[in-house]
């Protein structure tokens, strides 16, 4: 059944009207339920009127069926039970400017990056947008806090599950709902190059992260099999295109694996083809790469690179005009980074 946080207001209002109730319902029930009130919880629904919602679509939120607190930093992670049993991952974290959270897109994942713990059991399903909607609205619950800002860079590629996640940005940022701006999401990809493009003509003013790690062909499909499909010239192009049309910002997510792509002549080559692919004399478009000391994974046997190794490699970026960060370490003592705690739980 569809989950009603998938709904837009109009979408809502018509089925009200369908089943014979007022169409100032919708209204309520949709307000009400981005404040995480759930349906069985509304005073001003009648019992009727939920239990026939009830038989027509899924009207629960994501149960938190484990949680784990970071005692270092607070970090939240959850594994969220959807209505099928399926589970899902989410991660709060607190920064000064307020919550931030990063949600899954899919159950499972079938794109195959050999780093990822996301992807080792393949891909199960695609979310609704409602379910990517309830991952905020459940963990707000749950914290009793506001969350400003979304990374959807959790279990799954958003790109693959594009219609879902167009719906669910569309949802999220209307302000008789959870009301966060477009500005506040960012939206990571492994490279679906066609999906670039389009998402490029939605005017969606989001954030888009590429997940690049590797400066060339034959290292990244080694890591990457999406690398197959679209390789790094034809993604770089479509980077540019998103900029040129957008005007919006991106950021490149560089995971450091140590022996791989970690050395200094492949931060020399990393920044000879962003400058290269992505700037010209008429045109300098900005670049941010984000080093990522890769999170190491049983079955992938890879290794992550030393303290003096990211420097460097940071180092050499800069010195040839690419502003480059190492990510902050958020919840390493619950194993934050996503796909992890799902893969326990199928394997208890």
């Known amino acids: 059944m569809k989950n009603i946080l998938s709904y837009t207001p109009d979408e809502l209002k018509a089925l009200m009207v369908e089943i014979g109730e007022p169409a100032y319902r919708a209204g309520q029930i949709f307000s009400q339920l981005h404040k995480g009130i759930a349906l069985s919880e509304m005073t001003n629904v009648g019992k009727k009127t939920k239990a026939e919602l009830e038989s027509l679509m899924d009207c629960a939120f994501p149960l938190v069926r484990r949680k784990l607190v970071s005692a270092l930093d607070g970090t939240v992670k959850y594994l969220f039970e959807l209505s099928d049993k399926n589970c899902i991952e989410s991660v709060v974290m607190k920064y000064e400017h307020g919550y931030t959270i990063c949600i899954s897109s899919q159950v499972g994942c079938r ?18 947008a409602g379910e990517l909607l309830g991952q905020i609205i459940a963990a707000q619950r749950d914290l009793n806090i506001r969350i400003s800002n979304v990374v959807m860079m959790g279990i ?58 590797a400066p060339d062909d034959d290292t990244r499909s080694a890591i990457m099999p999406v690398n197959n499909a679209w390789g790094v010239g034809e993604l770089l192009d479509a980077c540019r295109e998103y900029y040129k049309v957008t005007g919006r910002r991106m950021s490149f997510e560089y995971t450091l ?41 049983e079955e992938s046997g890879f290794k992550s690179s030393g303290r003096d190794s990211v420097r460097r490699f940071a180092a050499e970026l800069e010195k040839r005009g690419i ?19 799902r893969r326990e739980e199928s394997q208890s």
């Open 323 to 341: 502003r480059a960060t190492v990510r902050r370490t958020l919840g390493s003592d619950i194993n934050a980074s996503c796909g992890q705690l």
């Open 156 to 213: 799954g590629e958003p790109l693959d599950n594009f219609d879902n996640v167009v719906k669910f940005l569309r949802i999220v940022n209307l302000p008789e709902g959870i009301n966060i701006g477009y500005r506040h999401i960012s939206l990571s990809t492994c490279g679906v190059v066609p999906k670039i493009y389009e998402l490029s003509k939605l005017d969606l003013p989001i954030t888009l992260s590429i997940s690049l790690h």
């Open 111 to 128: 794109m195959g990056c050999r780093f990822c713990a996301s992807t080792i059991a393949g891909k199960v399903r695609d979310l609704e």
């Open 257 to 297: 694996i140590s022996g791989k792509n970690d050395s200094p002549d492949s931060a020399v080559h990393l920044a000879n083809v962003l400058n290269s692919k992505l700037r010209s004399r008429s045109e300098t478009m900005p670049i941010h790469v984000n080093l990522i000391p890769v999170n190491e994974v």
